[in-house]
């Protein structure tokens, strides 16, 4: 399980630090792919099967569940940690969560997100008494 919240910076190659206690459970090769909210979400490869089955259990003949694929799938790729503990973010995927210099690593459960700092300092979490409350009524108890 991820968890935790790390300050990083990327360099001018688009390389990004990992840290080490996200690279313990992630191993050297895991994949990166667009996140919702506008952030990234890295998955070991483990985890990264399970989404995959899940995904591609989805009807085809359903428009909605076709984007949601061509969304998480098109924009995945495999990404290696090299000898510094750096991994390199494609430009696809840094223009998608905007990523220029200053990035937060999020540990959240089974993945991890990458957002640029600005738009993890601009979330708003002044209503979460109002979402725990919507989240009983799908069976979510706190």
């Given at each position: 399980m991820y968890m935790g919240e790390y300050n990083h910076t990327i360099d001018t190659k688009g390389r990004l630090i990992v840290p080490s206690k996200f690279r313990e459970s992630l191993g050297d090769a895991f994949v990166v792919t667009k996140g919702f909210d506008g952030c990234?979400?890295?998955?070991d490869?483990?985890?990264?099967?399970k989404f995959e089955?899940?995904?591609?259990?989805?009807?085809?003949?359903?428009?909605?569940?076709?984007?949601?694929?061509?969304?998480?799938?098109?924009?995945?790729?495999?990404?290696?940690?090299?000898k510094q503990g750096r991994v390199l973010?494609?430009?696809?995927?840094?223009?998608?969560?905007?990523?220029?210099?200053?990035?937060?690593?999020?540990?959240?459960?089974?993945?991890?997100?990458?957002?640029?700092?600005?738009?993890?300092d601009s979330n708003n979490y002044d209503d979460m008494d109002e979402i725990a409350g919507k989240l009983e009524e799908l069976g979510l108890s706190l």
């Amino acid at each position: 399980m991820y968890m935790g919240e790390y300050n990083h910076t990327i360099d001018t190659k688009g390389r990004l630090i990992v840290p080490s206690k996200f690279r313990e459970s992630l191993g050297d090769a895991f994949v990166v792919t667009k996140g919702f909210d506008g952030c990234l979400f890295v998955y070991d490869k483990n985890e990264w099967a399970k989404f995959e089955e899940k995904l591609t259990a989805l009807p085809v003949t359903n428009h909605e569940a076709r984007k949601l694929v061509r969304f998480f799938l098109a924009g995945a790729c495999e990404a290696e940690v090299d000898k510094q503990g750096r991994v390199l973010i494609p430009t696809n995927l840094r223009t998608h969560a905007g990523l220029v210099k200053d990035v937060v690593l999020v540990g959240v459960a089974s993945k991890i997100e990458i957002w640029s700092k600005e738009k993890w300092d601009s979330n708003n979490y002044d209503d979460m008494d109002e979402i725990a409350g919507k989240l009983e009524e799908l069976g979510l108890s706190l």
